[in-house]
């Protein structure tokens, strides 16, 4: 037993024992039991099953790999179902929202990141088991009121304050960890065998980097089954043969190329106003970048970053309202538009933002920000929200204004023209429903 005891950290004991804690309240209460079946049953969902044989599979493979080029050891053994669990798994549920490769790129980086080390550096020690067991709550309960204040704070309520001082206080906290484990590595530097050290280190980057084939062939198989759910639903009147010719055209021109799937997969509820389509043609031209991707970049508007659509929108995804629409033709017009989803002014509100983007195929001319205020409650903080937006799109443009056009929610309209661009805020009243729309057009 002590044995296995010595494989944990005492920080990993003290987590262990407040699982069991909080596992035998949950099991003694009757209505958490209950849920707690619930989650279990929704955990073990077939599908989900799937995922962890496929995921324990692959990585015994790659763990007989590394063992058999002398990269991995046996002392290895708890920090890679550490990982399995902690970040592969959590990984493998985020994979629907990957667009592109970039999000793998992004996902190694985060392995050599500074935060990576220092906190490595912070779990390489530990104190005595109980002051473990003591810290471990507390700085639970602080770190939950920190996110219940943020919550808050982005919903209208004044917890700014208190959001500020309880991530202060988290700094501090880290930093004592921090502080302590670089001294216990400079009193334990020369008993310390720094070869297994930088193993265990760089054993989450070597994983990560070794499951993105993994990541990636079932990023792909989720994309394809929802596709080909939406076509059985959409076409659920033809023929088997027909709906299988579809599908194939849909694997045919998205093939391995994620960008080329969510392309393909954004168009096809299209596909069903179509009259007799030809798929292959249809597909095809889903399945191809905008021609702005390939041509090189126009000077026709004066503010410069119209002239740039892929890095108009990568600067304006900065506002956070949301990501940008592909860059798309309205049907029966020579007028191309990207939009961003509808951002909630409150997470659980009514109001909202939502940012658009018009133009020809090369180049935007217009852009449009569009606030909804849906509740009184909310009024002032949506108006205060549309107000830092334009402050932002303006920056980000790099457009000078005169102070007082800010001024908008005193007016009912209010409009601003120079040489290289118009402005213009203008405010209606529909039944409880107000809006307020900004709208930017280069010369």
């Known amino acids: 037993m002590s044995a296995i005891l010595s494989v944990f950290s005492n920080r990993e004991l003290a987590f262990l024992i407040w699982l069991v804690i909080l596992l035998v309240y949950f099991l003694i209460k009757n209505r958490w039991r209950y849920y707690l079946k619930r989650i279990i049953i929704s955990a073990f969902t077939l599908k989900l099953v799937v995922i962890y044989t496929t995921l324990v599979i692959y990585a015994s493979i790659i763990v007989i790999l590394l063992y058999l080029l002398n990269i991995w ?21 985020t994979l629907n929202r990957i667009k592109d490769f970039g999000y793998f790129t992004d996902l190694i980086k985060s392995n050599i990141a500074v935060t990576a080390i220092v906190q490595f550096m912070i779990n390489l020690y530990s104190f005595s088991l109980i002051a473990e067991l003591i810290a471990l709550p507390v700085v639970a309960f602080i770190t939950a009121l920190s996110v219940y204040s943020e919550y808050y704070t982005e919903n209208g309520k004044d917890y700014q304050k208190t959001h500020s001082c309880l991530n202060k206080l988290l700094i501090i906290i880290g930093l004592v960890y921090l502080g302590f484990a670089l001294y216990k590595t400079i009193i334990e530097f020369n008993t310390t065998n720094w070869n297994d050290v930088s193993q265990q280190f760089l054993l989450p980057l070597i994983l990560t980097i070794l499951f993105i084939p993994y990541y990636w062939g079932l990023t792909l198989y989720m994309n394809y089954e929802i596709m080909f759910v939406t076509i059985n639903v959409i076409f659920r009147d033809k023929d088997k043969y027909e709906k299988c010719k579809i599908k194939f055209y849909i694997l045919y021109y998205g093939h391995l190329n994620l960008k080329r799937i969510n392309r393909i997969k954004h168009k096809i509820a299209f596909l069903a106003y179509q009259d007799a389509p030809n798929y ?14 390939k041509s090189s970049i126009t000077n026709k508007m004066k503010i410069k970053l119209f002239n740039n659509i892929g890095d108009c929108c990568k600067a304006l995804s900065d506002l956070q309202l949301g990501e940008f629409s592909e860059w798309k033709k309205l049907d029966g017009l020579n007028e191309f538009y990207s939009i961003t989803n509808y951002y909630l002014i409150k997470k659980d509100g009514l109001s909202n933002l939502v940012l658009s983007l018009q133009g020809e195929e090369l180049y935007i001319h217009k852009l449009e920000l569009s606030l909804s205020i849906l509740s009184p409650e909310e009024r002032n903080y949506a108006i205060s929200k549309f107000q830092e937006s334009v402050l932002n799109i303006v920056r980000i443009l790099s457009l000078s204004l005169p102070d007082d056009i800010y001024n908008f929610a005193k007016k009912n309209d209010c409009n601003y023209s120079d040489d290289i661009f118009s402005l213009s805020i203008k405010t209606e009243i529909l039944g409880n429903m107000e809006s307020f729309t900004l709208a930017i057009k280069s010369k």
């Open 280 to 293: 292959k043609d249809y597909f095809k031209k889903a399945a191809q970048a905008p021609l702005y991707m």
């Open 73 to 93: 050891g046996i002392f290895l053994l708890k920090g890679t179902v550490v990982w399995l669990i902690f970040s592969a798994l959590g990984t493998a549920f």
